[in-house]
């Protein structure tokens, strides 16, 4: 497994410290398994009412956040989150106006060592 992308949080901040803004915005893709593309390839075929495809949509989002359970309980040895510093604007007395920081799971080194 190479690293996983997760998503980005974005901070902005006044002149004076104060937070103005503090977003994570989730961009992880996944693939979902094969009985789960089945199922909503079968309930499309037969059925194309809004309420099919919003439960189809339900079932994409109920296997995002397992996916994202999978993370968090990952065992830390193996596994970890990382992140990134994409953009770390500063205002001219140096203090942060808007920072971007990209977070992703990887495999840890020893992992990476044994494989």
């Known amino acids: 497994m190479n ?6 949080a ?7 410290g104060e937070l103005l803004k503090a ?6 893709e996944i693939k979902l398994d094969q009985p789960t593309v089945v199922k909503l390839q079968e309930s499309v075929s037969n059925n194309t009412k809004f309420k ?6 339900d079932m994409v989002l109920a ?7 999978e993370i968090e309980l990952a ?4 596994y970890t989150i990382v992140s990134e510093a994409v953009i770390c ?27």
């Open 3 to 8: 690293k996983q992308y997760l998503g980005q």
């Open 10 to 16: 974005t901070l902005e901040y006044s002149p004076e």
């Open 23 to 28: 977003v994570f915005v989730p961009k992880m």
């Open 52 to 57: 099919q495809l919003k439960h189809n949509a």
């Open 63 to 69: 296997s995002w956040f397992s996916a994202i359970t």
């Open 75 to 78: 065992d830390r040895e193996s």
């Open 89 to 115: 604007d500063k205002y001219p007395d140096k203090t942060v106006q808007k920072c971007v920081i990209d977070y992703y799971f990887q495999p840890t080194i020893a992992t990476q060592a044994q494989a």
